[in-house]
């Protein structure tokens, strides 16, 4: 039992957030938004220089995976800096191209970044359907390369754009590995919103420091203090049930760091809200982007009712 | 990054499963704030240093296996899955014993620590005052220079289960012109059973006369019971504080075990849909702890020193442990205010978490200064 990441994962996570803070990530967020994807690209083109959908790729296919620890560390960068785009999708579709078949066509693509992907569920919405090249629908019948995606809808998140996926197209695999895939998704997506939620705190606290009400910094009132605090625990709490799930990925470890890491997040995003009073409530200001971020999250690849169902039924079967 | 244990520490997981499998008692044993209690629960200490598992951590001379932070996390496991006794010695051995090793002679160690792993004697912790609780800095009863050792006065509140314990470990003031309050404390160990000392067990929610106050009048002290030097008593109590909120005073395992329990209940009572998310809370809970645990046991492994991380843990774990016992109070509907089942008297116990090892206010002020960096507040 060593429950530690090493000075490498470690220095991966520092590279990584040094390189997206020196890449003028905000913006590459705002145009995402607008449907100007270029930024948005270069800076998917760096996140898999680095390595980043390697992690989730087999090494017979190109990639260096699959690792779920690094890819959380990763990940929590990625949220940390509002990355936009279909990053859990991406690795979702690499956990269910990883098995034999046509499939594995694709792989060398995800994992290098000259692909992105997006992966829907029956009867739910795909993410950025309009940006990908590779759009894998998970139907009846099993995995299809839809051949095209329905009206654009916006998602509380504006850097979120959520299409439907055209019916049909080319049956990749009858029998994929969705439950495979729902767990690298969903360990993805609690991760980014680890690090939205890291992120909104650090903002907050940086905030109240500097915000003076009544002759004094508010962050010296302690009602504020207190919320703060409470974040905090919760986000601390959060991060050991992400690693672990990445360690054991068991449908319950990945469903529990899924609902707690989404909460905390989440009641990150409602302090950062309320802390920098009017302030916060205008798109104008970057807090905004972590915000919408953070409320979206929350239900995606599974709410925290869904995940707080998957623990229950996982521990049902244990006893 | 690895959460798999050595198939040497599963060896002694399997060996501590096998003797609490063979000796937990069946029945329970009456509520340890009870005087039929206490001295069941003595015996049970007893039987524990007997097997040899009353304090695994400890080194072997003074009546422990010498068996480390992991195991120790592994056996408490153990401990509370297979239903064992809250421990009557855990005053002692969670808050007096790591002092000692940290702070006491080599004396004070092979005196102390043995009969406390036997439940021989029994410890009770006299740090609160009525005038000093959460300014714990604050308090008054003084230590006074006597030949050979010291004479204690004054006042001491709230001291769990002290009303049968047979010792105390405390604060007192030994210089009282010191220039700030929490300097010139002394930390003294005391018996309770000495001439000046008078207990007044005191009932807690539920009546039972868990704690105690303590009236101290020229109460000697010999210097060999003065843990460090007089005037570094602060320095000292806090170190223990920080075991007290961080990873010893409440192990994962006791969370664990009754997450597990909830959850059958929950079953067992047809898994009622308005309760799912609570159960299943309790049981995500109980895994966040466990992980969060072992990752700090991983850093103090790796050579680090926790610090105010600690004050995270006792928020978490004081109000976890009153949400999962609410819920199983729910669960159990007009059998859960019939007050004498053991969820019950775990639920009265549980109200407590936030208050005491230091109230969660203060703990919040201590993560937001200390961890968030925010600045100090005005406090008078
Ligand atoms: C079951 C139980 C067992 C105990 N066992 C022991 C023991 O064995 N030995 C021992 O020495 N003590 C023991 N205590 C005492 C415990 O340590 C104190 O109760 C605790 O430190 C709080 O002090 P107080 O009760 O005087 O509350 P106070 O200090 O009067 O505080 C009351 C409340 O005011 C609030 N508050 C206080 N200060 C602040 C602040 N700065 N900011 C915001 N809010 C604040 C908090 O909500 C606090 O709970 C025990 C207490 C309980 C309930």
């Not at chain 1, 995800?110 to 894998?136: H, M, Q």
């Not at chain 1, 959520?162 to 009858?174: I, K, Q």
């Not at chain 2, 210097?223 to 109590?237: H, K, N, S, Y």
């Not at chain 2, 089942?341 to 639920?347: L, N, Q, S, V």
Request: hydrophobic share 45%.
């Amino acid at each position: 039992m060593r429950f530690l990441l090493d000075a490498e994962q470690r220095a991966f996570a520092r590279s990584l957030d040094a390189m997206l803070g020196a890449a003028g990530t905000t913006a590459a967020v705002r145009d995402w938004s607008r449907g100007d994807r270029a930024r948005g690209w270069a800076l998917w083109s760096r996140i898999a220089e680095a390595g980043v959908f390697a992690l989730a790729v087999p090494e017979k296919y190109e990639g260096l995976g699959p690792r779920p620890v690094d890819l959380v560390v990763a990940f929590v960068e990625l949220g940390r800096h509002a990355v936009p785009g279909p990053l859990a999708e991406t690795v979702a579709a690499a956990a269910l191209l990883s098995g034999p078949g046509p499939a594995e066509r694709f792989l060398a693509g995800l994992a290098s970044g000259r692909s992105a992907a997006t992966v829907a569920r029956e009867g739910r919405y795909a993410l950025d359907g309009d940006a990908v090249t590779l759009r894998l629908a998970l139907t009846a019948d099993g995995l299809r390369l839809a051949p095209g995606h329905g009206p654009v809808r916006p998602s509380l998140d504006p850097a979120r754009r959520l299409t439907r996926l055209s019916p049909g197209g080319e049956l990749l695999d009858a029998a994929p590995a969705v439950d495979r895939a729902l767990r690298w998704a969903r360990l993805a997506t609690a991760a980014q919103a680890l690090g939205v939620g890291l992120a909104l705190l650090e903002r907050t606290v940086a905030h109240v420091h500097r915000r003076v009400q009544f002759g004094a910094p508010i962050g010296s009132f302690q009602a504020v203090k207190h919320r703060l605090a409470d974040v905090k625990i919760a986000l601390e709490f959060a991060r050991p049930l992400v690693l672990g799930a990445a360690v054991t990925m068991t449908a319950a470890d990945v469903a529990a760091a899924k609902a707690s890491a989404g909460e905390a997040a989440y009641a990150s995003a409602r302090a950062a809200l309320q802390l920098h009073g009017a302030l916060g409530y205008t798109a104008e200001y970057d807090l905004s982007l972590w915000l919408t971020k953070a409320a979206a999250l929350r239900t995606a690849w599974g709410t925290p009712g869904e995940c707080r169902a998957e623990v229950l039924r996982a521990h049902g079967q244990v006893h | 990054m690895d959460l798999a244990h050595s198939p040497a520490d599963e060896a002694f997981r399997a060996e501590a499963r096998a003797w609490l499998r063979a000796h937990v008692p069946a029945r329970p044993l009456p509520s340890l704030e009870t005087a039929e209690g206490f001295a069941a629960h003595r015996a049970w200490e007893a039987e524990l240093a007997a097997g040899g598992w009353s304090a695994v951590n400890w080194p072997e001379r003074y009546g422990g296996r010498d068996c480390g932070l992991t195991r120790w996390l592994l056996f408490e496991e153990e401990y509370w899955a297979a239903g064992a006794p809250g421990r009557v010695g855990q005053n002692g051995v969670s808050l007096l014993a790591p002092t000692l090793f940290e702070h006491g002679t080599e004396e004070q160690r092979s005196r102390v620590l043995p009969p406390m792993a036997a439940g021989e004697v029994v410890w009770a912790q006299a740090w609160s005052e009525p005038e000093a609780g959460s300014d714990l800095a604050s308090l008054r009863a003084r230590a006074v220079r006597a030949d050979g050792g010291w004479r204690l006065s004054g006042q001491k509140a709230w001291s769990s289960r002290a009303a049968f314990a047979d010792r105390a470990f405390g604060l007192f003031r030994t210089d009282p012109g010191a220039d700030a309050p929490h300097r010139g404390l002394g930390y003294f160990m005391f018996d309770l059973r000495a001439p000046g000392v008078t207990v007044r067990p005191v009932g807690r929610l539920d009546g039972k006369p868990a704690f105690a106050e303590l009236f101290l009048d020229g109460v000697f002290v010999p210097d060999e019971d003065v843990i460090g030097r007089p005037g570094e008593g602060w320095r000292i109590a806090m170190s223990t504080a920080a075991d007290e909120r961080g990873l010893t005073l409440r192990s994962p395992g006791r969370f664990l075990a009754s997450a597990a329990r909830l959850h059958a209940l929950w079953q067992d009572r047809g898994g009622p849909p308005e309760a799912a998310d609570r159960v299943a809370d309790a049981l995500i809970g109980a895994r966040a702890y466990q992980l969060f645990t072992w990752a700090a046991a991983s850093r103090v492994l790796a050579g680090e020193r926790l610090g105010p991380e600690s004050s995270l843990n006792k928020v978490f774990w004081s109000e976890y442990d009153i949400a999962l016992h609410e819920t199983a109070l729910d669960l159990l509907g007009e059998d859960g205010e019939t007050g004498d089942t053991p969820w019950a008297e775990g639920y009265v116990f549980a109200l407590a978490g936030p208050i005491y090892a230091g109230a969660n206010e203060i703990q919040r002020d201590i993560v937001a200064e200390r961890l968030l960096g925010l600045p100090k507040g005005r406090r008078t």
